[in-house]
């Protein structure tokens, strides 16, 4: 009997039955021949400090985000393979999955700063230039730098603070914006404080260090997407590591059926309006556009997908620094661009900047041999003008009009468009 119930433990496939049968018990001597139990072990995923940079800390973004990672409610996708493994950690940015009750995940991007290959340069030149040694506690060598000792003194974060930074933010910096930095900054407990009492000496070398490295993720933090800013909403920081919502950039969609490349070039238009003219009256800039600075969610609104080049002048305050007091230079000032690199002028960034440079680079390869005889060469016509910088007798508000009166019938509305749809069925905007 007892061998008869091992064979039917090996071959019974109904659920309730295999519960029913292991209940009566089954003697392991006599079911040799049967395939062993494999139990079943929950996947164990090692990080190590190294893949997410808390090794560097506090010379890192943030760790606002870690635990999700070590809960597993954030997953790389490469996670879902059978091999269970981390991707290269050469790697720039990585797509994954993002849950917050373990039941509907959601996609996010997971970026590093800059490459891996420049943050160990970087990471490199303050060991050599600071210690004069090869390896050595970043932390304990940045603290020791005079701009550091500044910001352990001071109350406020003032613009004499960030002079000579990289960041194209602070080119131009004035004390509203660095009061609304101080004020946002995700990776502390909100204090809704100008004042940086509530920082500790970690989480000021935390926000000195990514403001001198990228300040993307400071854009997301200070301008959030739930106020209407055109910035993928920020999740968190873990080491070097960010997590913010997924989009696909902008190079994905060159090849684009004609209404949606018109669709997007006409929000690309609207997001360098909203930038240049805002309640806010900070004035937003280009220093650099590729592929992939714009990005598109999966409902298809456009966005800026990296923030790094945006430059900011304030209109309303003014910059509280001169041209000539940028060039202070320090460590901080070199850990990603050469430190011989020249600033731009503050007075010489005009409103059409952003939009010559779009005219440039991306909109002729997005709205290019798409539409008809004589819509075409309208459009292709003025993309010349605007890449030559439109004359001096043009602004780009005027420009943008114009193109955005063409491009309006090009468009249609349908699902695809999920972002205003069906709105735009019911109303003259669309």
């Known amino acids: 009997m007892g061998r008869w119930i091992c064979c039917l433990c090996s071959r019974v496939a109904d659920p309730l039955m295999l519960l029913l049968v292991l209940a009566l018990g089954c003697n392991p001597s006599t079911a040799a021949t049967a395939s062993p139990s494999v139990p079943h072990v929950k996947p164990s995923y090692s990080f190590g400090r190294t ?44 797509s994954g999955n993002y849950t917050d009750d373990a039941k509907s995940w959601r996609l ?12 160990d340069r970087a990471d490199k030149r303050i060991c050599t230039s600071l210690l004069k040694t090869k390896t050595c ?28 930074l990289s960041s194209p933010m602070l080119r131009c910096p004035s004390q509203r914006l660095l009061d609304r930095i101080v004020r946002r900054y995700a990776e502390v407990p909100d204090a809704g404080s100008i004042y940086m009492d509530h920082l500790t000496d970690r989480d000021k070398l935390r926000l000195l260090y990514t403001l001198a490295v990228n300040s993307h993720p400071i854009l997301l933090q200070i301008f959030p997407d739930v106020e209407g800013w055109p910035f993928p909403r920020y999740l968190g920081s873990c080491g070097r590591l960010l997590v913010s919502a997924s989009t696909r950039p902008l190079r994905d969609f060159f090849g684009a059926a ?14 360098l309006r909203s930038m240049a003219t805002n309640d806010l009256h900070y004035f937003f800039y280009f220093t650099r556009v590729d592929a992939g600075t714009f990005g598109v969610f999966s409902n298809g609104h456009l966005f800026i997908r990296d923030a790094s080049t945006l430059g900011i002048i304030d ?15 320090d460590i901080f000032s ?16 005009r409103d059409k900047h952003s939009l010559v440079m779009v005219c440039q680079d991306l909109l002729p390869r997005l709205l290019a041999g798409k539409f008809l005889s004589p819509v075409q060469e ?13 004359g001096e007798e043009r602004g780009a508000s005027e420009a943008m009009a114009e193109l955005a009166e063409i491009l309006k019938p090009l468009r249609s509305c349908d699902s695809r468009f999920a972002y205003r749809y069906p709105d735009c069925r019911y109303s003259d905007k669309y």
């Open 378 to 390: 309208r459009i292709d016509s003025f993309l010349q003008r605007c890449a030559h910088g439109l």
């Open 334 to 349: 070199c850990l990603t661009v050469d430190c011989q690199s020249a600033f731009v002028p503050c007075d010489s960034i």
């Open 108 to 119: 996010v991007d997971i970026t590093r700063l800059t490459s891996k290959y420049q943050h």
């Open 137 to 164: 506690s970043l932390e304990r060598a940045l603290r020791r730098t005079q701009r550091f000792q500044k910001w352990l003194r001071a109350k406020r974060l003032t613009p004499d603070l960030v002079q000579g």
């Open 315 to 329: 209109r309303e305050e003014g910059s509280q620094l001169m041209d000539g007091q940028q060039e202070h230079r």
């Open 258 to 271: 004609p209404e949606v490349a018109a669709d997007l070039a006409l929000q690309l238009l609207a997001v």
């Open 51 to 94: 893949f997410l940079g808390l090794d560097k800390c506090n010379a890192c973004i943030g760790t606002s985000i870690c635990k999700k990672f070590f809960k597993e409610e954030i997953r790389f996708d490469t996670w879902l393979s059978s091999h269970l493994k981390l991707p290269p950690s050469s790697l720039l940015s990585y």
